[in-house]
């Protein structure tokens, strides 16, 4: 796509100029003949299979948009039971990914669907988190509502990156941390025991899904 159309030229001769070639925007492609002559769409359908469910201009609607390039793809090479590309990070949030790309297929909507579902579950467990600490309503509400509106949860939770699974799965660490950490100091050990293990539990969870909640 936009080489130098023919083969090679003869020792001592110029290369053959392309016979008018219309312009075409940067980061265009485009196919040519051997005398020099761009080819129309229609006459490279024989160099294509299924050409017609090519988009004409690729974009997030249709396609993958920033680490979405390697996390969409490899929750569907989990799926496929090959080798993954991404293996910089543990594999829990490519395969949760992957949920969504078995339910709706490999479409953009297939591969952000649990991102998005999980973003949105975040918001009752930050309520019930803050509830939990400053004991006020009002209060509460308005903390989840900024973090709704948050530009980097909104944007995150809507694209099929990891970092959604790791802020889930570290919220619900911290949360039932808390609730051990706030326990009277002569409660009994089974009653503390609890959070602890769930809190342990999503740790691990979160570390499954990104090695940054490691260092959390």
């Given at each position: 796509t936009g080489s130098e159309p023919g083969g090679p030229a003869a020792p001592?001769?110029?290369?053959?100029?392309?016979?008018?070639?219309?312009?075409?925007?940067?980061?265009?492609?485009?196919?040519?003949?051997?005398?020099?002559?761009?080819?129309?769409?229609?006459?490279?359908?024989?160099?294509t299979d299924e050409q017609d469910l090519v988009p004409e201009r690729f974009s997030y609607l249709n396609g993958t948009y920033f680490d979405e390039i390697y996390h969409a793809?490899?929750?569907?090479?989990?799926?496929?039971?090959?080798?993954?590309?991404?293996i910089t990070h543990p594999p829990l949030g490519k395969i949760l990914?992957?949920?969504?790309?078995?339910?709706?297929?490999?479409?953009?909507?297939?591969?952000?669907?649990?991102?998005?579902?999980?973003?949105?579950?975040?918001?009752?467990?930050?309520?019930?988190?803050?509830?939990?600490?400053?004991?006020?309503?009002?209060?509460s509400s308005c903390m989840t509502a900024v973090f709704a509106?948050?530009?980097?949860h909104y944007t995150q939770t809507r694209i099929a990156t990891i970092d959604?699974?790791?802020?889930?799965?570290?919220?619900?660490?911290?949360?039932?941390?808390y609730r051990y950490f706030t326990l009277p100091w002569n409660a009994p050990v089974k009653k503390g025991l609890r959070w602890l293990v769930l809190s342990g539990l999503f740790f691990g969870l979160g570390a499954a899904s990104k090695w940054t909640v490691v260092l959390r």
């Open positions: 001592g001769t110029a290369p053959p100029p392309r016979a008018n070639p219309a312009p075409f925007r940067r980061g265009g492609r485009a196919v040519w003949a051997r005398e020099g002559r761009r080819l129309a769409f229609a006459e490279t359908t024989p160099l793809r490899t929750a569907w090479e989990h799926i496929e039971g090959v080798w993954p590309y991404e990914i992957g949920v969504g790309i078995r339910l709706f297929g490999m479409t953009p909507f297939g591969w952000r669907f649990i991102g998005v579902l999980f973003g949105i579950l975040m918001l009752p467990i930050l309520f019930i988190f803050l509830k939990n600490m400053t004991g006020s309503t009002r209060v509106f948050d530009f980097m959604t699974y790791s802020v889930f799965f570290i919220l619900l660490m911290y949360y039932f941390f």
